[in-house]
């Protein structure tokens, strides 16, 4: 099974190239690539019972000639099929070879959608199928024309038929009425029945989620025993004292959990989550204070540079005068820097530092690492957390994380990590006012711009990451900065940051904006995580119907951080998933909605998804075997001795060890 590629008939270098981009290379990994979804095609509908709006299955006969015609760049192609109920015309775009092959009277098995076109119900870009059944659709492969693709897949299977051995103990399949694993390769891919289907997606997935869980466990209980830190119940107090606000009552609960967590002898692993504004710096900071009071060394790190500084600034003002000594250390210090830091942090002359990688890649040595924060986690994998808490004695280790995850993806996601909730804002802000803004009133949109940046306020342009294969027509964010600069507001300070930027020119792009010496601020979503611009108050998002809920939702959440009214632009066509978000502030309410109607793999962008080879878009939606395998992982866990979950612990090794690391989300 782990053979080459090149063993399959069909896939010469091309496409073994093609494969190989896709991060496929093996036979087997060629079988776990499994379905996005599938054509439903057992059944088909009668001409006559069609009606727009419909997508289904027909099976009829060309009636009559094929007729072309183009339509400035479009090439039409028309003819008119039958099965004796009725006579409908179907539609193609650009496929100039089906001009041949539609003679008259052939028989045919279209699957497609029915439109109304010029008074007539009409299939539109039916694809021409060979059989009846339920047909697999892949993620696209680019170079891999989807019909080479199925073929591919189905000699790949026929190739280690009977041979994945069922690494699954015999007893857990049989408490769960799970079916055998060649049964379910073969099944996942092309279903013998809708029965047979979810027989296998539930197998693929109980395995796939279970052996997640377990694997996340494992890290775990690595950091079991961990520093105990002692300290006086006053010093808590004394450090809201010294806050310039009142905290709020969900503040001062989630600090008592971690204060507990910090005094217990077991390594605190938490995460905070809280919608952007919620005030995590604060508790991240208390429980700095508190370690030091305990006498112990922390580190923060944080995604970016500039929130490396950002929070740098914001400890030298409240921590400094509580005794605690604040270091920096990134990246672009210089060398003589980076020497005076680690002196300064393994002599323990640094009661507290704040970086970003750099704090895990320099081989930093810590007098006494008592803590380990990280802000907007989901830019770290549980990898790299790891790697931070192993320095040093099993450290507390505090996430931070402003994208609100359902509480039942919460499970499978970060099943190493309790989870606190900040679920209140603190008093005084103005939510934002969301719109939907259609191309027609973009105008207006500038006009109102040219007059907030006269009051002196400051604007985001976001635009969507547009990948490199990808055939849009989405403005990427070098086009938008271009057209305002040049067209648009020319009289405005407009800075430009992307993904290829070098994170130097990123960071003084940032810092200018940041400082007041930009009006507008365009950029693809690097600007998601935690930048604090009190002074921006609107926000532009150019092709909003690109991005999900969640992530439009933190987008917003870079504006209104100050008491001036601010607002959210969204630039799209009106939808009622856009609508949704303009009638809601809740973080987690929209979290569930977009998992609700994008599937959990798309609640944090693509990438993710990558993760687990079934893909938990269509698996981690089934709360019920969320909590099934969960609740198993538990159990096994707890006595892992036991030859069963032995079995299975050395599954999760191999399954997701590697893997584990690419667990950050974004
Ligand atoms: P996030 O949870 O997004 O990291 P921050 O910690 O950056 O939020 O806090 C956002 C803003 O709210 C900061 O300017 C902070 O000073 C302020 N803030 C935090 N807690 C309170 C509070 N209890 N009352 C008033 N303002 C607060
Ligand atoms: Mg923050």
Redesign the pocket.
Same mark, same amino acid.
């Given at each position: 099974m782990d053979i080459s590629l090149s063993q399959i008939k069909g896939i010469g270098p091309a496409r073994l190239k093609s494969f190989e981009a896709a991060g496929i290379r093996t036979v087997r990994e060629l079988v776990m690539f499994l379905p996005r979804e599938y054509r439903d095609l057992t059944q088909t509908v009668p001409l006559c019972e069609l009606k727009a709006g419909d997508v289904a299955a027909v099976r009829v006969r060309v009636a009559g000639e094929v007729m072309e015609r183009r339509a400035r760049r479009l090439l039409i192609t028309k003819l008119y099929v039958t099965d004796g109920t009725e006579t409908l015309p179907v539609l193609w775009y650009n496929q100039p070879w089906l001009k041949k092959q539609m003679t008259p009277g052939r028989e045919l098995l279209l699957y497609g959608k029915a439109e109304h076109k010029q008074g007539y119900v009409t299939l539109v870009s039916p694809t021409v199928e060979a059989a009846q059944g339920l047909i697999p659709v892949y993620r696209n492969i680019p170079g891999i024309p989807p019909k080479a693709l199925r073929q591919s897949v189905e000699a790949a299977l026929k190739l280690c038929e009977g041979q994945w051995p069922d690494e699954l103990p015999e007893a857990l399949r049989r408490r769960y009425g799970l079916c055998e694993r060649n049964f379910a390769m073969r099944n996942a891919h092309f279903p013998d029945s809708r029965e047979a289907l979810e027989a296998a997606r539930r197998r693929i997935a109980f395995e796939e989620l279970l052996l997640y869980q377990i694997s996340l466990r494992l890290f775990r209980s690595a950091g079991r025993q961990g520093v105990q830190i002692d300290f006086d119940d006053a010093r808590l107090e004394a450090f809201w004292d010294a806050?310039?606000?009142?905290?709020?009552n969900a503040?001062r609960r989630v600090l008592g959990e971690v204060a507990a967590d910090l005094r217990s002898e077991r390594a605190m692993a938490r995460m905070v989550q809280?919608?952007? !504004?919620?005030?995590?710096?604060?508790i991240a900071f208390a429980a700095i204070a508190l370690a030091h009071a305990g006498g112990w060394q922390s580190a923060l790190m944080a995604p970016t540079e500039v929130l490396a500084r950002q929070h740098f600034d914001a400890a030298q003002k409240l921590l400094a005068p509580m005794g605690i000594r604040v270091g920096l250390l990134v990246g672009s210090l210089t060398q003589k820097q980076h020497r005076l830091a680690h002196e300064a942090i393994a002599a323990g002359e640094w009661d507290c530092v704040i970086g970003t990688h750099a704090l895990i890649t320099e081989g930093v040595e810590y007098k006494k690492l008592g803590l380990v924060v990280t802000?907007e986690q989901h830019r770290f994998g549980v990898r790299q957390r790891t790697l931070l808490s192993e320095k040093g004695d099993a450290p507390n280790v505090l996430v931070?994380s402003?994208t609100p995850i359902p509480r039942t993806l919460s499970l499978i996601l970060y099943g190493d990590l309790d989870i606190s909730i900040?679920d209140e804002l *603190? *008093? !005084?802000r103005t939510p934002v006012s969301t719109r939907i803004v259609p191309e027609a009133k973009r105008p207006g949109l500038y006009e109102f711009l040219r007059r907030e940046v006269a009051k002196g306020r400051q604007a985001y342009f976001v635009c969507p990451l547009v990948e490199e294969s990808e055939a849009v027509e989405a403005l990427p964010a070098e086009a938008v900065y271009e057209d305002l600069r040049t067209g648009k507001l020319p009289e405005l300070r407009i800075e430009l940051v992307h993904g290829r930027m070098k994170s130097a020119d990123k960071d003084a792009a940032l810092e200018r904006f940041r400082a007041g010496e930009a009006d507008i601020l365009v950029s693809t979503t690097v600007i998601e995580v935690?930048v604090?611009v009190?002074n921006a108050t609107v926000m532009v998002i150019e092709n909003a119907e690109r991005f999900g809920l969640a992530q439009l939702h933190q987008l917003r959440?870079r504006v209104g951080?100050g008491t001036e009214e601010s607002w959210c632009f969204l630039m799209a066509e009106p939808n009622p998933r856009l609508k949704y978000l303009c009638s809601t502030n809740d973080g987690f309410k929209i979290a569930q909605k977009d998992m609700e109607l994008r599937g959990p793999g798309e609640l944090f962008g693509t990438r993710q998804s990558g993760t687990l080879t079934a893909g938990i878009g269509a698996l981690a939606g089934d709360a019920q075997m969320l909590k099934l395998t969960h609740d198993e992982a538990r159990f096994l866990m707890a006595d892992p001795e036991e030859p069963d979950a032995r079995a299975v612990i050395v599954l999760a090794k191999e399954r997701f060890a590697d893997k584990l690391r690419d667990v950050a989300v974004n």
């Open positions: 806050l310039p606000f009142a905290p709020t503040q809280g919608d952007v !504004g919620s005030g995590k710096t604060a802000d931070m402003a900040v *603190p *008093p !005084g935690g604090n009190p959440g951080r």
